[in-house]
Every structure is written in C-alpha cells, then in structure tokens.
Nanobody, 124 residues
Framework: QVQLVESGGGSVQAGGSLRLSCLVS????????MVWLRQTPGKAREGVAS???????NYGDSVKGRFTISQANPKATLSLQMNSLKVEDTAMYYC??????????????????WGQGRQVTVSS
C-alpha cells in the first residue's frame, strides 16, 4: 500500500523560509513523477514543483528561483525547500505521485497517490 505522509510547513513572516517533507512508503515503481501542489480555498489547485524518476525538476513560474524540490533515497523522501516566501504562497500543500514519468510537469494536476496536506501560512 502506497502512503505519502507530509511534515514540516507552518507559519513564517514574508521573506522567511520553510521546508516540507513527504515520506513515501510502499512505492515500488521504477518510473514515476512526484510533485508538490498547493491549493487555497476558492482558487484552483496549482502545481508547484515536480521531479521525475530521472531526477529532472520542473517548477511553476510563481516559485522559480525561490523553491527547490529534491528527493533523498529516490522515492523515499520528497522535499520542498521554500525560500523568500511571499504572502501569496499561503496555501495547503500536498505531495502526490504517479507510477509513470510522462507528462511530469507542474501543469498536470491528476495524480494517483496523495498525501494529506500541510498548511503553509506566510504573514506580512
């Protein structure tokens, strides 16, 4: 059984940094796409950053140069380092994964496996 469990996040003032982690278990696929998405009430879900089984990252335009996606012990831990945070980064953040690597980018919003979400709040 595949499980994705997020940790980290929280509250910070604008300009600060936070880190999100996603512990992945039971994921035995050799080709995959793992992603961080975010959603704010009343707004559409947004892809933040993705990484495929070749280790190639992809970022949404709103976070390029500020956020970094990484994976340790590939498939085991997915992380998102968020620097220079802005008030508009406030959202519920989710890690998600697909058991294939095509169309692995931040435009894709449908994923097979999901974490429970972690709140990130940035205040001015």
């Amino acid at each position: 059984q595949v499980q994705l469990v997020e940790s980290g996040g929280g509250s910070v003032q604008a300009g600060g940094s936070l880190r999100l982690s996603c512990l992945v278990s039971g994921f035995t696929y050799n080709e995959y796409c793992m992603v961080w998405l975010r959603q704010t009430p009343g707004k559409a879900r947004e892809g933040v950053a993705s990484i495929n089984s070749d280790g190639i990252p992809n970022y949404g335009d709103s976070v390029k140069g500020r956020f970094t996606i990484s994976q340790a012990n590939p498939k085991a831990t997915l992380s998102l380092q968020m620097n220079s945070l802005k008030v508009e980064d406030t959202a519920m953040y989710y890690c998600a994964a697909n058991p294939f690597d095509y169309d692995c980018n931040t435009d894709r919003l449908d994923y097979t496996f999901w974490g429970q979400g972690r709140q990130v709040t940035v205040s001015s």
